[in-house]
């Protein structure tokens, strides 16, 4: 009998240990989430083009000679942002990036984080979804190339701002977004769902005739839509210089804007 009690009492500590141990797992896990540990995808190629590149990047930062030129992508949600560049030295054996935030105790004491290795990138990788951010902040990011163990040039330092959790996601002025047809974002007084895979660049601008309002110009530079409000009229203006063929791709898609598009109530 003593023998089967002291049996019983080894397993009965087994199973104490064993919860121990899963509620430290557990909490561990918990606190890699809560500092914002996230899952990081690579997207191994981007269309981004050099010249595209120049043109919008956010920060106006110059890109360093040999480094990549980067810009930054917001899809709408409230922990992640694309990194997407383009150039850098053609024997890349790996990609890695840093990260800080804009205008926080963190950033004053210690500017950029440490440099941290892209997982699994090689050289045809030239985008990457960086998720596990903080919501509704300006996260700043620089990217390098490492070549057999040789740290490459820096990019140009580039911003982007993550959104508010469950809110309308916002289109800031200089910043870059991707559509996914069913987000609805904001534009000043203005909501409205943007078509799968169209990038827009957001602005503020005045109509011809003295009317101010909000606008989003397409990424390759081929466009630009104004929404500007009057007499709680939405009066969409395009202005752009495109050839017949581009003309009649940008159309469609602005129609499917503009179909869209709604008056914030109180506006």
Same mark, same amino acid.
Request: hydrophobic share 40%; proline share 5%.
């Given at each position: ?50 010249? &595209? ?8 930062? *110059?890109? $360093? =000679? @040999? ?6 992508? !917001? ?36 500017p950029w984080g440490p440099w941290t290795d892209i997982p699994g990138s090689d050289p045809a990788t030239r985008a990457f979804r960086l998720t596990g951010l903080s919501s509704d902040t300006g996260h700043r990011f620089e990217v390098r190339a490492v070549t057999g163990g040789v740290d490459g040039v820096p990019s ?26 069913? &987000? ?8 409205? *769902?943007? $078509? =799968? @895979? ?6 503020? !601008? ?62």
């Amino acid at each position: 009998m003593e023998r089967m009690r002291g049996a019983l009492r080894l397993v009965w500590v087994g199973v104490v240990v064993g919860v121990a141990v899963a509620a430290a797992v557990a909490v561990g896990i918990l606190q890699a989430v809560r500092t914002g540990g996230g899952e990081a995808v690579v997207t191994p190629t981007s269309t981004l083009t050099m010249e &595209t590149c120049l043109a919008y990047r956010g920060s106006g930062d *110059t890109v $360093p =000679e @040999g480094g990549p030129c980067l810009v930054v992508v !917001s899809d709408g949600s409230p922990d992640s942002l694309v990194l997407e560049w383009v150039g850098g030295p053609d024997n890349v054996t790996g990609w890695q990036y840093r990260t800080a935030t804009w205008n926080s105790d963190e950033s004053r004491r210690d500017p950029w984080g440490p440099w941290t290795d892209i997982p699994g990138s090689d050289p045809a990788t030239r985008a990457f979804r960086l998720t596990g951010l903080s919501s509704d902040t300006g996260h700043r990011f620089e990217v390098r190339a490492v070549t057999g163990g040789v740290d490459g040039v820096p990019s140009n330092l580039e911003g982007g701002i993550t959104h508010r959790r469950g809110e309308r996601p916002l289109i800031y002025a200089g910043r870059i977004v991707e559509g996914d047809g069913r &987000t609805e974002w904001q534009l000043g007084a203005f909501i409205f *769902t943007i $078509p =799968e @895979g169209l990038r827009l660049v957001g602005g503020l !601008s005045w109509a011809s005739d003295g009317d101010s309002g909000t606008s989003v110009q397409d990424f390759q530079g081929r466009g630009s839509l104004n929404f500007v409000h009057t007499q709680g009229i939405v009066r969409p203006h395009l202005r752009d210089d495109l050839s017949a063929g581009v003309r009649l791709r940008f159309q469609v898609l602005v129609n499917a804007l503009i179909a869209s598009v709604r008056v914030l109530p109180g506006q």
